[in-house]
């Protein structure tokens, strides 16, 4: 990864919550002595259900360049599906890493040179009270522990700010369950 900036592509369905995600692990950045924290949505003619992507880039310094991401240093699926449907590794920089949320067991998937973190975050989601299909707060839990760029408690706070009046706690379970099982390996 570039020492300067981490970019940090997003891939979900609309409605799953990727761009949510993303802003609150912008502002747990923010939070955390990053001083660059730029999510760049990509807005087109996305529906419930269609594949979306966003871009987030988290700097030590001030971060002046908002064009989406072309060369991520990681990437968080939503949606293990989504492999099948587009290629979410595309331009993924060499020894980068995949946080996939999936069913499936870590040696499932084979991305050469590349550091995969999986977990199931859809049964962990609903485990922590979500209801079926929310999963940003959960994968926020892998990317923690992938990741580890920030302390979870970071992260669990800025969870429980985005959704104060939406399930707050069920939502920090989530992450937190998740961030207990989500397995790393690869390279």
């Not at 891939?11 to 609150?24: C, E, N, P, S």
């Not at 700097?59 to 989406?68: A, C, F, G, R, T």
């Not at 590349?114 to 609903?126: N, P, Q, S």
């Amino acid at each position: 990864m570039k020492k300067d900036m981490i970019e940090i592509r997003w891939h979900g369905r609309g409605g799953q919550g990727a761009i949510t995600a993303a802003k609150i692990v912008a502002k747990a950045a923010f939070e955390s002595g990053y001083r660059g924290a730029v999510m760049v949505p990509t807005f087109g003619t996305e529906r419930r259900g269609a594949p979306v992507f966003t871009s987030l880039k988290i700097s030590k310094e001030k971060i002046y360049d908002l064009s989406p991401i072309d060369h991520p240093d990681m990437i968080v699926v939503l949606d293990h599906l989504l492999l099948d449907e587009v290629d979410v590794t595309d331009g993924l920089k060499s020894g980068g890493k995949i946080i996939l949320n999936t069913p499936l067991p870590l040696n499932t998937y084979s991305f050469d040179g590349m550091c995969i973190a999986v977990a199931d975050v859809t049964t962990l989601a609903i485990e922590a009270g979500l209801n079926p299909g929310v999963v940003n707060s959960g994968i926020i839990g892998a990317f923690a522990k992938a990741t580890d760029l920030f302390d979870i408690s970071a992260l669990i706070k800025a969870i429980e700010d985005e959704f104060v009046d939406r399930r707050p706690k069920e939502n920090a379970k989530a992450a937190m369950l998740t961030y207990d099982k989500t397995v790393v390996g690869g390279k």
